[in-house]
């Protein structure tokens, strides 16, 4: 489990993992992904949102009043790294198809062949290994 879930029980984990990976969903369908009971799975919705994990507004959905569960992303959570290449912004963003033999896609591509390897810290202070 993650550092910043760290608060959470495993039902409430699994629920905020849910409801980020939806983007939102209606409260009467959450419960039913969690397979439990519309009463645990208020209960965890509320807990999620008393712990500043999502926020709930009054809905309806299917001629039902419920509430639209949405996840708060924290900006300190985001990480646009993988958006980069050096310091080219990728030419995915916000394309509906990018072409692979454009140019901005090779010279995006060659930026990221010739980054500086990422070495995982454990890696970095240990010594080369013996050849034989």
């Known amino acids: ?3 910043e879930a760290e608060d959470l029980s495993e039902d409430e984990a699994r629920a905020l993992e849910l409801v980020r990976e939806q ?3 209606y ?3 959450f ?3 969690l397979d439990v009971s519309s009463r645990k799975g208020s209960r965890i919705a509320k807990k999620l949102e008393e712990k500043g994990y999502v926020e709930r507004e009054d809905a309806v959905h299917a001629g039902n009043t419920t509430y639209l569960i949405k996840p708060i992303i924290k900006p300190e959570n ?3 790294s993988l958006l980069m290449a050096g310091d ?3 030419p995915f963003v ?3 198809e990018v072409d692979p033999r454009s140019d901005a896609f090779s010279q995006w591509i060659m930026n990221l062949v010739y980054e500086d390897p990422v070495i995982p810290e454990e890696e970095a ?3 080369p290994e013996e050849q034989g």
């Open 78 to 80: 985001l990480d646009f």
């Open 1 to 3: 489990m993650s550092a």
């Open 23 to 25: 983007g939102q969903i």
């Open 31 to 33: 419960w039913k992904s």
């Open 88 to 90: 080219m912004l990728s």
């Open 94 to 96: 916000g394309e509906e």
């Open 125 to 127: 202070g240990a010594p």
């Open 27 to 29: 409260q009467s369908e």
